[in-house]
């Protein structure tokens, strides 16, 4: 069939195909292989007390919430984990969406309007990106995770708003949330954190309402299964749930899955789960330093055996003595930063050969030329599994030109 959009389609499809720039699904782990990909950082998400609790879930408020929120959709399930979230980051009232990507558009786009100046770290994510151009909003955006861009742009900008994230989820690096939380209130301007690689990794109150006016955090990432809230003030949520588009005409999310997101919540908090998680980031930063690996710009704090160590040496540096080097915490997130969009896929086809699976992260989602594999670790990865991908890693990068 000819028609304007298939010849328009045609013609994009070919683009991208050209320049390996085409993105496609695959089947996610059909033949047994390490998955080093996911976001699922505790283990969560195929764990029997989370299926238990989905069960429960299901018997209790049903599979479907059946409705919006603002018509009959709204449950006791939903108000329980609104109040356990309120209660873990000390923020005022919540609410909840299908997905971080629904939160954060549905957020900007009913925040903000043609008159109000949003700062952006640079690489914050394209769900924050697409909320604010719905929103007509004015764009600054700052050198990524560096105090000095931000601040100028902070000091050029009073009374506006300022958005990052907790962990990013390409560099797995964190935002100096304490010096851009003392610059925006300076400045009498609002501070708002995409908490979504954060949330269940960073200890309680790294990210909290101490600190940041609205926090947005996912399901999807350590909780291990799915949905969204954004956190703030009664004044923030009761005037979203009156605006938002995304929020008004929308199925509320599975009262079951709130039930779950609840459970997973509580699981979290439980030392022996992230101290595990702790442990093999710090297996895998050792391996791959003893065999020569080139842990991306990340800087090693020494300090990796408690898991603890890092964040407090985070919070305890001077803003003016932190640098994107130094600001790093174990984060679960591990980029090995291979240069071009085809030595990455190369590599990261060797290693499926190999049997794993490693993200691979191409321009235009990072810089051209910062192409990189993405290694993400769980606490659920034996000892054996970590040794053995950095062994594999090791010699891919050796052979692959
Ligand atoms: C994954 C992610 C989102 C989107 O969350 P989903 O629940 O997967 O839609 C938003 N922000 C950041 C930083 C993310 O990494």
Redesign the pocket.
């Known amino acids: 069939m000819s028609h304007p959009l298939m010849d328009k389609m045609r013609l994009q499809m070919q683009g991208l195909e050209q320049q390996g720039l085409l993105r496609k699904r695959r089947l996610a782990n059909s033949n047994h292989a390490i998955d080093f990909s996911h976001?699922d950082y505790l283990g969560l998400a195929s764990s029997e007390a989370q299926a238990n609790a989905l069960y429960e879930g299901a018997l209790h408020y049903g599979v479907g919430s059946k409705a919006s929120p603002l018509v009959s959709g709204y449950s006791k399930a939903h108000v329980e984990l609104e109040q356990s979230l309120c209660q873990y980051t000390g923020h005022e009232a919540a609410m909840l969406f299908c997905?971080?990507?629904?939160a954060?558009s549905a957020l900007m786009s009913a925040l903000f309007n043609q008159d109000d100046v949003v700062i952006a770290d640079k690489y914050v994510?394209a769900?924050?990106i697409t909320g604010i151009q719905s929103s007509n909003a004015k764009l600054a955006r700052f050198i990524h995770n560096d105090l000095a861009s931000a601040a100028a742009q902070i000091a050029r900008y009073p009374r506006s708003t300022i958005v990052t994230?907790s962990i990013f989820?390409m560099d797995g690096d964190i935002a100096p949330i304490d010096a851009l939380s003392t610059l925006a209130k300076a400045q009498g301007s609002l501070l708002i954190v995409?908490d979504?690689?954060g949330f269940g990794v960073l200890p309680q109150g790294v990210i909290s309402a101490e600190k940041v006016d609205i926090q947005?955090v996912?399901?999807?990432?350590a909780l291990g299964c799915?949905?969204?809230a954004i956190l703030a003030s009664q004044t923030v949520i009761d005037f979203l749930v009156a605006n938002s588009r995304h929020y008004i005409y929308s199925t509320a999310l599975s009262p079951a899955c709130a039930h779950l997101a609840l459970n997973a919540v509580n699981l979290c908090q439980k030392p022996a789960a992230r101290a595990k998680l702790m442990a093999n980031i710090s297996l895998f930063r050792a391996q791959a330093k003893a065999q020569g690996i080139n842990l991306s710009e990340m800087a090693d704090s020494e300090t990796a055996d408690s898991g603890m160590n890092s964040l407090e040496l985070v919070s305890s540096l001077e803003p003016a003595e932190m640098n994107s080097h130094e600001r790093v915490i174990n984060s679960p997130i591990q980029p090995i930063i291979t240069g071009s969009n085809e030595r990455t896929m190369a590599i990261a086809s060797t290693l499926a050969d190999k049997g794993f699976i490693v993200g691979a992260i191409r321009s235009p989602t990072v810089p051209f030329g910062q192409a990189r594999l993405r290694i993400t670790l769980s606490a659920l990865h034996s000892s054996e599994q970590i040794i053995s991908l950095v062994n594999a890693l090791k010699c891919a990068l050796e052979d692959t030109p």
């Open positions: 976001n997905s971080g990507f629904s954060n994510h769900s924050i994230e989820s995409d979504a690689h947005i996912t399901f999807g990432k799915q949905g969204a």
